[in-house]
């Protein structure tokens, strides 16, 4: 079973702050997605790294895949209220036909 | 074009209970999904369909849950009968087939259905 841990499990910050959160796993994967999920709704998808070492960037949000393909970051620049939610990431094994979610990451930003 | 569709969207069963929870995928996605997601925590598959065949079921408890997908498009969820430690969000979500397989796809999530067992 392939697991994936995030780090920090809960994170409270005021606007404008800067934020990192990551992503760990003993087990390399195919590609790997973020998600955000906000309260009574489902989760909606974010980005997608494929490439190990692969960088791409959401307006203020930048995410990071690790070389070897087992971990990854998400990082928020200038926190806002708008950011608040559970992050979640996903990783994609080597036959590409499961998503295995990771344990989350509850981000509330403050005014 | 319409969500992922789920309902109901809040159910409340005392123990021992059947309860069905139901899911219309976006049209044209061949692929569902049903998840479970315990409160703070990432969603664990439960059963993965391709058109009408659950090609992935290794994580449904087959005591107690079954799903259906008869047509290739809704797809119902039974728990029968619930225990207290099934009492979590169900979500159901599904993707488009892109060559043939639904890898690298985006998966699309309804809103969930919430279920308390008491």
């Known amino acids: 079973t392939q697991l994936l841990e995030q780090s920090p499990q809960f994170l409270s910050i005021q606007e404008g702050e800067n934020l990192t959160v990551y992503c760990n796993s003993s087990s390399v994967f195919s590609s790997l997605q973020w998600y955000r999920q906000e309260p009574g709704e489902g989760p909606v998808l974010l980005v997608t790294v494929v490439t190990g070492g692969e960088v791409k960037k959401l307006k203020r949000l930048t995410f990071q895949f690790g070389d070897a393909r087992k971990d990854s970051s998400l990082h928020i620049t200038a926190a806002q209220p708008g950011d608040t939610g559970l992050y979640l990431c996903?990783?994609?094994?080597?036959?590409?036909?499961?998503?295995?979610f990771g344990t989350g990451t509850r981000l509330q930003v403050t005014l | 074009e319409a969500g992922v569709v789920q309902s109901p969207r809040y159910k409340i069963i005392e123990k021992k209970q059947p309860v069905a929870f139901w899911c219309n995928p976006i049209?044209?996605?061949?692929?569902l999904y049903w998840y479970r997601q315990n409160l703070g925590q990432g969603p664990e598959l439960l059963i993965r369909?391709?058109?009408?065949?659950?090609?992935?079921d290794s994580q449904l408890p087959k005591d107690r849950f079954s799903a259906e997908r008869l047509k290739g498009v809704d797809s119902t969820l039974k728990i029968q009968p619930a225990e207290l430690g099934d009492s979590a969000v169900y979500l159901c979500a599904s993707s488009p087939l892109m060559g043939g397989r639904s890898s690298y796809n985006e998966q699309f999530f309804g809103p969930g259905t919430r279920l308390t067992v008491l």
């Open positions: 369909y391709e058109n009408e065949e659950a090609v992935d």
């Open positions: 996903a990783g994609r094994d080597g036959t590409a036909s499961k998503l295995t």
């Open positions: 049209s044209g996605h061949n692929t």
